[in-house]
């Protein structure tokens, strides 16, 4: 070796081992920049203190699955005040295959990825709503990774599509994976740019690291170094305005109205999207409701009537400024939750599992107080049925006046700050996407539609199903096989619009077919081969009475084989033949059901159109029904009907 060399491998050794000096100052000082928070050994949380610590995971940890990357999906959550370092790294031992994740510049989250054939991928993600990472609070990360794509979501924010230069998987066998930084001896080759020997650990805190569903325990790793356990848990943040109703973005031209729709039947109640946006509620205040202050010792009644698919959301929340008084309602798993907060430090959280509410049915929650003389009384969380004992749980014995307080505010379908409901790996909980019928507290059913505020909130039709509510943008991700001899996609759609997507499958790499109907109202099913060689068909719909364009539903079905495609709308068929050219139709990918992302449109080469507006339901793929509840969602609802 040339004496450059070994002088540079000198200069990192010592770099390496000055940082090693530091670390037990760090874990001294693990909390000292977080001098109001405690550090208490109690969560699956740890803080990396230099910037040579790292936290490993060898394959099979804990009972988990092999790391892979091909087809996975990682989530993880970290907080820092530094502007850069490495969140994960995945490679094989000569670094010839890599994925990475790291953090530069303090508002940007950069991917770097090699597989086995040379195809690479590179993607920024940006910091959201404009602010930055190194801002001290926790952020979520979500990694999926496909066989031609890979898509990167941070907090509540939708996904973030890249893509890789080919098709191609990733073949590391019985490889670590690094979380936060990398160990003595192996250098994230993959993240260096131009004259960087090594790239820094992350310091701060990381937690919640789940691959595949498996939650990695990151106090009992298989190997650590410059860390402390702590309690990263940030204080409340001060109360804040609630932000103006934002404006959707504006439709294309081609997105064009129908002059022959059959109104929808509206029904009593709101319905809130929380599907579209995080900050959605309905807040009132006790002045405009001229509702007395609940005291539960004088049997107190909080009554909310809703329907939803959403398996997890806030229903109601009225808590004082600080959290200390907090009584709420919401949806965990599919199941009626309560919390309540007492004056005297009681806290309680309880689901009752008795009734599964996430079926689109109308449900009745509803929390009680017995009175029982001097002063006591007995608190009952029941649902739906007020006579059925087995719908009703017991909290707790009421005592003297812990819950006779102002209750000022009211928050239903979510709040802008419910931090009384987070659990130790939260840092938000969902809003409500659904329909509220009605809110009764003490006896006064509350006028729904005179809120003092109301965000991302509208009426409630009747006939909803478990079905995506599209709003002319927005998109649903299927992780579902479509590399099949034939590929048959069918869903039913309900709108009142011309001109928009209906689903888009595959990558250029792989092949692709497309779905979309088109500003004359007739529905478009194209195919394209690796080969670059297309075929598509149109079918008009069937008759005047039930067109695609009328607000009815109606089923559309795409059917592909090795060298035709066949589209049945509502009965009419037709179909097409294509050569098949240098490629077969190998449609490896995810199945976007609305309008893709401006990346995939770019990447696939697919007509500018618009996204979809109205409701589609029972998405099948070869004949497997996909649930909207589990897929991917951006800017897109549950539960629809008529448009």
Known sequence: QSLDDLLGRLEFLRTRLTEAQVVYEGARNCCETLRTQSCPNNNNLVRLATTASFVQFDPGHSGAEPFDFNSDFIDLDFRTRESQGVLLYFSSTDQSQYFGLELRNANTLVVRSRRANGGTGVLDVPAPNGGGFDDNAFHSVRVVILSTIFLVGVDSGGFIFGSFSSEGIYTITNAPLYIGGTPPGVVAQGLLRDGELARPALIGCFRNVIYNQDILNILEPSFIGGHVPCNCTLDPPAPTTPPPTTTPPTMPPTLTPCSNVTPAVRRDGVRLNGGLSSQTYLAYTRQENDVAPLNFQEGALLSITFSTYLRDAVLMYISNVDHSYVIALEIRNGYVSTVVHASDGTRLRVSLTSVFVADGLEHEANLVATPTGSGRGILFLVVDNMNNPSNSFQLFD??????????????????????????????????????????????????????????????????????????????????????????????????????????????????????????????????????????????????????????????????????????????????????????????????????????????????????????????????????????????????????
């Open 398 to 643: 009421l005592l003297g006046d812990r819950f006779a307080f102002n209750t000022r505010n009211l928050y239903i379908g979510g709040a802008p700050d419910p931090q009384a409901l987070l659990l130790g790996v939260e840092t938000t909980r969902p809003a409500f996407d659904g329909c509220i019928l009605q809110f009764i507290q003490q006896g006064v059913a509350l006028d729904l539609t005179s809120s003092s505020v109301s965000l991302n909130s509208g009426p409630c039709f009747s006939n909803s199903v478990n079905g995506l509510r599209l709003p002319g943008f927005g998109y649903a991700l299927f992780t579902v096989p479509l590399n099949t001899d034939t590929l048959v996609i069918s869903l039913t759609l309900s709108s009142s619009v011309r001109g928009a997507y209906l689903f888009h499958g595959g990558s250029a790499t792989t092949g692709t077919v497309t779905a979309y109907i088109t500003p004359m109202g007739m529905v478009n099913a194209r195919v394209k081969t690796i080969g670059a060689q297309t075929g598509t068909v149109s079918v008009s719909p069937p008759d005047t009475t039930s067109t695609i364009c009328n607000g009815d539903f109606i089923q559309v079905t795409v059917t592909v084989g090795s060298s035709f495609i066949n589209l049945n709308v509502g009965g009419v068929m037709s179909s097409v033949s294509f050569d098949s050219g240098a490629g077969a139709f190998n449609p490896a990918g995810a199945l976007i059901v609305g309008q893709p992302p401006a990346a995939v449109v770019a990447r696939d080469s697919l007509p500018v159109i618009a996204g979809f507006r109205g409701c589609i339901r029972d998405i099948t793929v070869n004949g497997q029904l996909q649930d909207p509840v589990t897929a991917a969602r951006s800017d897109v609802g549950l539960g629809c009907g008529r448009p």
